[in-house]
């Protein structure tokens, strides 16, 4: 059975494509891969109401896009690789992942595993999984009491400020006093 491989290595030119593919790393710690992916969506809700048969779909925006990767060190100074990696992996923060047809992104690392084994010595491969990191939104409601009280004291303020010149009272009524 033919890959489509082999229709470019039986003839003298390459690619563009493969001219493009980029080594992959995650914060600068170099693997191997042999495949990439990335998943994402529309975050929906779905409305039913009765005695209606078609719903109503609200798009409540993209999806966080995901990168599941499985990659692999090897050679015989692999154990060096497979820590270095690690060490990135479990840094804090965001870091620059790149993959060889997906290009560079800013991700957190959600989890990894990594497996060696006996059979296949000087080679340990990696399960990752990556989300794309986005700005932080920060809510301008710092403080809802705080907000209400300084309401309640502008609308007090209104209150007895248009009531004392006003002709409504009249002599002997007492004022309603605010606390």
């Known amino acids: 059975m033919a890959f489509v491989f082999d229709f470019f290595t039986r003839s003298s030119s390459i690619p563009p494509w493969k001219w493009e593919l980029l080594p992959a790393s995650f914060r600068g710690a170099r693997f191997h891969m042999d495949n990439t ?9 779905v409305h039913e109401f009765p005695h209606r ?15 599941p990767v499985t990659g692999y060190v090897v050679g015989p100074f692999y154990k060096d690789d497979r820590d270095n ?3 990135a992996l479990e840094a804090e923060g965001p870091g620059q992942l790149v993959l060889p047809t997906l290009g560079e992104w800013t991700v957190r690392v959600r989890d990894y595993s990594v497996r060696e084994e006996k059979r296949a010595g000087g080679l340990a491969a990696f399960d990752m999984s990556f989300v794309e990191v986005g700005d932080a939104i920060v809510d301008a409601a710092s403080d809802t009491q705080s907000n209400v009280r300084t309401s309640a004291g502008d609308a007090k303020s209104t209150i007895v400020s248009s009531s004392e ?7 002997g ?7």
Request: a positive charge; aromatic letters at 12%; zero cysteines.
């Open 37 to 45: 992916s990335r998943g994402s969506g529309r975050r929906s809700i």
């Open 53 to 67: 048969d078609l719903p109503y779909t609200e798009d409540m925006g993209r999806k966080v896009r995901v990168f």
């Open 85 to 87: 990696l690690i060490y």
């Open 165 to 171: 010149n006003s002709d409504v009272w009249t002599k």
């Open 173 to 179: 009524t007492t004022p309603i006093a605010f606390t």
